[in-house]
């Protein structure tokens, strides 16, 4: 892979100006060769994997990062699914195998851990019932270890009762984190049509159709995109404001691919993918929201900001395949409230409500990501919002997920501060109609008929 002259000038003024990083580097991690029914022995087998296979991650890319002077933000660890290792139906196993991976992270420096995950499209076995209800546990006595759970496919249709369960499971493990305004309810990401090579956590893991071990990228840009919209001007059409994304998007893919690769060849491990998704910080000019702004709305959740979103989806996937062969993950555009300036500005002000984020995230790369309501929302009506955004995926054959926050005591207007990537957000309304009975009905809702194309 070259590089012009032009190219590197340009990459290091998106670097000094506009925020440009790596926002991780995951290390994917098959924990196939581990399982072991007594659980002292799988843990130890699975934190000795971790410290072997994954002891140069961070001192690897505080390397790479320093040799072309390009930020590295999070190293992150993603793992075979955990309810794939653990062949025994006792939550003490769980919480076991949990507290020895977050410790061996700690140990080596990881960021995030992902792989606490489950998978009940289409019901449960006594295992997964095991390690959900070891979730809360595992969520507020743990830094690092991230879960998530596969709740629809557009094959399978909706798990209703797992939506249900899952309510409980959040509404548990916010009130366990109180103290910290239900900070565990920002691990935890429920999924429809998940993919297995996802960078990001909370949302990460590692598919049992993934090689041994590989580096998984996620890129940043969401500030260097909008510099190139300012020197557009407000003049430029519908058209050439794609184009403008597109470009931006093929040079922040060639920077994220020479990280990952040069990683990869670091610590002998494959390079798997690239993720093309925009990822904010609640930092200034680090927001896609901004983004949007910048084509025109006078903020996010605007008329208008669907059809934006779409089309910054659209043009990010078409500049950043063009620029490397191996994309995967997620890839697009994030909406999270908490870890967007611009976001937070407009849940704030009212201007952008669950419902249009719901309708954006028909056209964007996740769903309703890091958002906070009350923290006496009920567990019926938290399951038909969960709901709501699986239907999204089911029916459209797309990723959709949910990463919710019930934050306790707290009230509409108020906020939760989480820190650091994961800043902060006021309470958003949610509707007082009920759905309480269409929720306890419980049972499958079907695949739609898009799942028929055999």
Known sequence: MKFSSEEILETIGMIAEDKLDIRTVTLGLSLLD???????????????????KAANLSKGADFIANEYGLPIVNKRISLTPISQIVPIAEPSAFIEVAQAVDKAAAEIGVD??????????????????????????????????????????????????GCYT???????????????DGIGCAKLVLFCNPVED?????????GAGESESSILVGVSGPGAVRRALEKLGPEADMGEVAETIKKCAFKITRAGELVGKKLAAHLGVAFGNLDLSLAPTPAEGDSVGQILE?????????????????????????GGLFASSSVGGLSGAFIPVSEDASMIEAAKAGAITL??????????????DMIAIPGDTSSETLAAIIADEMAIGCANNKTTAVRII???????????????????????????VSADTFIKRGGRIPAPLQSLKN
Do not use: W
């Open 34 to 52: 581990c399982s072991d029914p007594d659980p002292a022995a799988c843990a130890l087998k699975v934190r000795n994997k971790i410290l072997a």
């Open 406 to 432: 019930p934050a306790p005591n707290k009230k509409i207007g108020e906020f939760v501060h989480f820190g650091g990537l994961l800043g902060k957000a006021p309470i958003m309304p949610v509707s007082q």
């Open 355 to 368: 419902e249009k984020l719901e309708a954006m995230t028909s056209v964007c790369s996740v769903g309703l």
């Open 166 to 180: 899952m309510s409980k499971v959040i509404k548990d493990t916010a009130e366990r984190t109180a103290d910290r």
């Open 112 to 161: 995030f851990v992902g792989g606490y995950t489950a998978m009940i499209q289409k019901g449960v076995t006594s295992i997964d019932k095991a390690m959900i209800e070891a979730m809360p546990e595992v969520l507020s006595t743990t830094d690092r270890f991230c879960a998530s759970v596969i709740l629809a496919t557009t094959k399978a249709g909706i798990n209703m009762d």
């Open 294 to 318: 910048t084509m025109g709305l006078a903020m996010p959740g605007a008329p208008g900001s669907t059809a934006a979103l779409m089309m910054l989806n659209d043009a990010v996937k078409k």
């Open 198 to 206: 996802n960078p990001f956590m909370a949302g990460g893991f590692y």
